[in-house]
C-alpha cells in the first residue's frame, strides 16, 4: 500500500468528504459488494410508505470464477426526502451491507455482466451486455431464483438478440417510445432490434421459437458452466432490423434520441460521435471524425433538450455538443468542454429532474454534479479567479467512491436520487461499492428560496456552540 503514490490523497480526499457527509446529503446508503458490479440500474417503484419507497435496483456481480457471475435484482428502500436524521447519514460502515438493499432475485448469467438496461414499455424486460455478441433479454418476473453456485448450469436468456459478428460488450440502449433496442461492439457495427418481431414470429409459428443452431423448441438446453462463449442454444433469437456501418473502431455507447425511435447516436474508440436515421439508409447522418482528443466511451441525449448530446472520453473531459452545428471543418465543435475529471470519464448521464443538470463518473472515484446553464454567469466573479475555484458549471461533487466509478443511474421516480457502484479491487483488492444518495436540497434549489428557509434558522444556528 506505501508503494501507491496516489493512495494518500485518495484516502484524505475521503475523510474530508466523510466528515461533510451530513452537510452534503439528505441520505446515504453504503452496501458493499463481495465482487464488482459494472452495471447499475433503477427498475420500476414497488410500492410507496410514508417515509420510505420501495423499489427494484438491477446489479451485475463480476466474478473471479469461483462462483458464477450473476444479474441480482434486488428491492430497495428509498428514503423520502427530509426524513434521514444526520446521525444516521454520518454513521455508516464501508464494510457493512445495507440493510436498505436487499436481494429478490439472482439470475446465473452466461459470462459477465457489462451492461445493464431497462424497456421503458415493460418494466419486467432488462437487456444485458455479456463479453459475446448477441444481447441477452431477460424476464426478470418469470426468471426462476438461482443460487449461484460453482457447477450451477446458467440461466436461459428469454430472448437473444443477434446480429453482432464480434463481441458487444458495453453499448447498449433501450428506446423510450419503442421496443427497440440498440447496439454496438467490436465489429464497429450499430444494430437496432425491435423486441416485437419475437412476438410477430412466434405469433405466424406457434409450434415453433425460431432458435439459433437449434432444430426448433425441443433443443436440448446446450448452455454449459463456465466459458462465456457458451451459448444458450435454446433460446428464441431475434435478427436485426438493421446494420449500421460508419465507426472505424469498436463501438462503446449508443442512445436513442429521446424524440424519435428512427434516430439514434453513438460513439467509439475511433473518437468519432455519429448520428443516425433509420429512415434514410444505414449510412451516418452526421459523422463528427474528432469529437474528443482520445477514445471516446459514453453518450447521452437530452430527454428535456432534443438538441443536447453530452459526451464522456478518455481525454477526461465531458463535452456538450448541439447537434444544429456538430462540426467545424469535419471536427467536434462542442458548446462546451467540463474539465472536473483528471482520469477517463466512464460515464455521463443528464438529470431527469432538471433540463441542465448532468453527472458525469470517471476512473478518478469521482462522481461530478454539473449545471451548464451555471456557466458564465459568475465567471466574472471574484471566485473564479481563485486557485481553487470549482470547474465551469460543476455544483456538486460526489466523492464517496474510492474507486473508478464505472456506472451510475439517475432515479426517475425519486428525483435527485442517484445509484452508483465503483470496481475496488485497485484500492481494496477486490469487491465493489454500491451507494444510494440524495444531495440535500439546499445545494440545488434556487437561491433565494435557499436564503428565505436559512432565515429562519439563523438565531438557532448564532446559538450553536462551535
Known sequence: MKGKVTEPSVNDRYTQW????????????????????????????LDQATYKNRQRLYLSEQTDGSVPNTLVIANCEVVKPRVAAAEHISQFNEEA?????????????????NRIRELPQNSKIVATHTDSPDVLIWDIEAQPNRHAVLGATNSRP??????????????????????????????????LWSIQDHISSLASDPGSARS???????????????????????????????????????????????????????????????????????SPVVKVEKAH????????????????????SADKTVRMFDRRNLTSGGVGSPIHK??????????????????????????????????????????ESVGSKLPNAPPAGLFFRHAGHRDKVVDFHWNTSDPWTVVSVSDDCGSTGGGGTLQIWRMIDLIYRPEEEVLAELDKFKSHVLTCPA
Open 293 to 312: 482528443d482520445a477514445d471516446l466511451h459514453c453518450v447521452d441525449w437530452n430527454p428535456h433538450d432534443v438538441n443536447l448530446i453530452l459526451t464522456g
Open 338 to 379: 467540463f474539465e472536473g475529471h483528471n482520469e477517463a470519464v466512464l460515464c455521463v448521464q443528464w438529470s431527469p429532474d432538471k433540463s441542465s443538470v448532468f453527472g458525469s463518473s470517471a476512473e478518478d472515484g469521482l462522481l461530478n454534479i454539473w449545471d451548464h446553464e451555471k456557466i458564465g454567469k459568475k465567471q
Open 212 to 282: 439459433p443452431g437449434s432444430g426448433g423448441s425441443n433443443a436440448k438446453h446446450a448452455s454449459k458452466v463456465g466459458g462465456s462463449n457458451d451459448k444458450p442454444t435454446d433460446s428464441p433469437s431475434v435478427e436485426p432490423r438493421g446494420i449500421y456501418q460508419g465507426h472505424e473502431d469498436t463501438v462503446e455507447d449508443v442512445q436513442f434520441c429521446p424524440s424519435s425511435a428512427q434516430e439514434f447516436c453513438s460513439v467509439g474508440d475511433d473518437s468519432c460521435l455519429i448520428l443516425w436515421d433509420a429512415r434514410s439508409g444505414n
Open 158 to 191: 428469454d430472448l437473444l438478440l443477434t446480429g453482432h459478428q464480434d463481441n458487444a460488450e458495453f453499448a447498449l440502449a433501450m428506446c423510450p417510445s419503442e421496443p427497440f433496442v440498440l447496439s454496438g461492439g467490436k465489429d464497429k457495427s450499430v444494430i
Open 97 to 113: 451491507r445495507s440493510p436498505f438493499v436487499k436481494k429478490y432475485k439472482t439470475i446465473i448469467h452466461p459470462g459477465e455482466v
Open 18 to 45: 466523510k466528515s461533510l457527509v451530513p452537510v452534503l446529503y439528505d441520505w446515504l446508503a453504503n452496501h458493499n459488494l463481495v465482487w464488482p458490479s459494472l452495471s447499475c440500474r433503477w427498475g420500476p417503484q
